[in-house]
DNA sequence: GCACAAGTAGAACAATCGCTCTACATCGTC
DNA sequence: GACGATGTAGAGCGATTGTTCTACTTGTGC
């Protein structure tokens, strides 16, 4: 089961959601068609299952181990980010791939967000970043997507900007014009 | 011509690119099946006429009179770009949502790469940011790419993140341990 | 040694796909 | 008012799709 949720994860992440047929995801996964069926009864399960383990791979890469030091775990994250991108897909963000290929898919929609949030949370609580976490979310999306790019110069980017962040972050409050720390 | 342009170009952003058959962009394009394929011979013809359109008027909403000030310009380019989101699309970049559908066509992501540069070199131009032309591209992507989950408060995030960037920018090096200013 | 669950290989199905083609309508121009 | 260019409506083509089904093989527990 868990080598099938890998083989189709591959797949998707190497050919697309709209391209590969059953058949390719048959291939893939390394069974027949019928085991293929038995534990993803149809194609969008399938989909769902690569996601599903997509989302596991990803915490346990970018989140496990961090250091325990706001600022070193700021750098690490990107770091691995970068190294995730680089091993990984080359282009962005599957989950968003996943949404874009099929926008009326409700239950695709809610695996997005499932995916982003906890992201989210594990980020800004390792950071120290609480109080900024969509900034934070929104550097690890630009480095994400601009990755394919930019290669090793978005994780550079991406440091710089959670640099500029942290700084803007911790003498008090970030812009008086706009908004405060504490309401967001 | 152009309305065929912006049928197809409003059927793939409402629906993916995945999912509409060639009957259904005949009708997004309001013509008979034979005068869209003398204007796009192939389905991927439509893809591409529809990111063309798309690319002119991204660039238009967003850059068209923007205030001469940088600091300006750097507040409403964020501005124009949450209030494109909202209007066109409620989810991510229309380009790489057609890469991500096919990433094995070499000329989609021609066009994904043309479109991105110009929108680098345009942005990095009117908010004087040229020498972080790479972070300027990441706040955008990632407010483009959060947007649909976090809504206005993205555009307000990517203004925090602006004015960090910019306020990074004018003293002297950014961050020593990294990079200078000058060389990127 | 045999029954049974679980696997493989692949034929077969209806549906749909991208695309082509035929037949007919509507123009502006001489 | 005839003409050619340009349009519409839609039937038809072969190929491919997702899914189901049949027939055969393999391993495990009793």
């Not at 596991?56 to 970068?82: C, K, N, Q, T």
């Not at 929609?109 to 982003?116: D, G």
Request: proline letters at 4%; charged letters at 25%; aromatic letters at 6%.
């Amino acid at each position: 089961m868990a080598r099938i949720a890998a083989g189709l994860e591959s797949a998707f992440a190497r050919r697309g959601f709209a391209v590969p047929s059953v058949e390719d995801l048959r291939d893939a996964a390394g069974v027949s068609l019928r085991t293929l069926y038995k534990y993803a009864p149809s194609r969008d399960r399938m989909v769902r299952i690569a996601l599903e383990h997509r989302h596991r791979r990803y915490l346990d890469h970018v989140f496990s181990d961090l250091p325990m030091g706001h600022e070193a775990a700021l750098d690490a994250l990107f770091e691995r980010i970068g190294l995730w991108m680089e091993r990984e897909t080359s282009h962005g963000c599957l989950f968003h791939a996943a949404v874009a290929a099929n926008p009326d898919d409700n239950e695709l929609k809610a695996l997005l967000e499932r995916h982003k949030s906890e992201v989210a949370e594990r980020a800004a609580g390792a950071t120290g970043l609480s109080g900024r976490k969509i900034e934070l979310m929104q550097v690890i999306e630009g480095l994400t997507q601009s990755w394919p790019l930019y290669r090793e110069r978005a994780t550079t980017g991406a440091r710089h900007l959670g640099a500029a962040l942290r700084r803007a972050e911790v003498p008090g409050p970030f812009d008086a014009r706009t908004s405060s720390p504490s309401l967001t």
